[in-house]
């Protein structure tokens, strides 16, 4: 599902998940810091070797730069751990998509390929919420594939459709790499209802099934209950997490940057606010997050993520442009495919800005969260 390079170390004595009493990483000058609790010793902080041994490879996803000096042993890399089962899953994610692929799917049931076809399939491409740019290149690509193939049943446009659409969605399908820095920190922004925490929680899950160290951090100090859902799935999964009540988001980010490199962790996963892309002040913290992120590791975060829900359409759409001028987004995760009439703005995003989807959602369990593949999808979206 990821792939994940393990470094060899030696085996650290179990570690409690930290609470608001839990020693925080030195402060960076002009970071706001949060001073500990009356009576608390400062644990010191375990220095970092030079140039750490890296990690072989485990889960599924994009290559990120290599870090300064990084040390491979592919000679001694163990086998890579095998991903969640994806048995079924194709089923679920055309079950998923069956509103929007029943409504591309009528327009091939007649005998004909001819203007009155394409017409019906542009208007089914756009209640699909594919976008205009995207439904004007799949239909002459269409066009000219049918063509070329000398198609003359309906069915056999059907299928060529299939196609066209996993090209234009190939450049999205990328794999999430984790373990090249360390620890390796990822941001996770969206708005409100989109999933975040919960995909969160999912993605911490499959991290740990797969070897990795994970630490939390909950720095959506914005959303009432946000820390506490996080420590749920902080604690069904065994995970450490950083939370202290009241404190900056940033401030929280920096500590999480800080605890996880002190304890040799191999993701450090950042829970931001969630927020509207019309809200300009909550934009410009989501900013400063960033910023300081980096300000605790100068190469971080390697990776920000913006889940979206499959829901919202073209919104969806207008939500990746906002983020990514502001965090300059990495990846994306699409939730609630289940049941959606709008599957086709993932068409729109490969049209007018290709971020890579790392996972697609398409129900609440944990198997219900896969990794994104294009002619996969495509075969969904027009079953």
Known sequence: MFSFFRRKKAADPALPILSDADPAPPADPGVPATPPPAGRTEAPVAAMPTAPEVIPELIAG??????????????????????????????????????????????????????????????????ADAGVPATEFLLNDLRRRVKEARATDPAQVKTLLQDAIADMLAPLEKTLVVGVYHPTVIMVAGVNGAGKTTSIGKLTKHFADAGASVLLAAADTFRAAAREQLAVWADRNQVEIISQQGADPSAVSFDAVGAGRARRKDVVLVDTAGRLPTQKHLMEELTKIRRVVTKADITAPHEVLLVIDGNTGQNALAQVKAFDEAVQLTGLVV?????????????????????????????????????????????????
């Open 62 to 127: 994009r290559a990120l730069p290599a870090s300064p000096e990084p040390q491979f042993h592919p000679e001694t890399a163990p086998e890579p751990i095998a991903s969640p089962s994806r048995g079924g899953w194709l089923d679920r994610l055309k079950n998923g998509l069956k509103k929007t692929g029943n409504s591309i799917t009528t327009v091939f049931t007649g005998t004909q390929i001819d203007d009155a076809l394409y017409e019906e399939l542009e208007t089914a491409l756009l209640l």
């Open 335 to 383: 939730t609630k495919l289940d049941g959606t009439a709008k599957g086709g703005v993932l068409c729109a995003i490969a049209r007018e800005k290709p971020i890579p989807v790392y996972f697609v959602g398409v129900g609440e369990r944990l198997e219900d969260l896969q990794t994104f593949k294009a002619r996969e999808f495509a075969q969904a979206l027009v079953g």
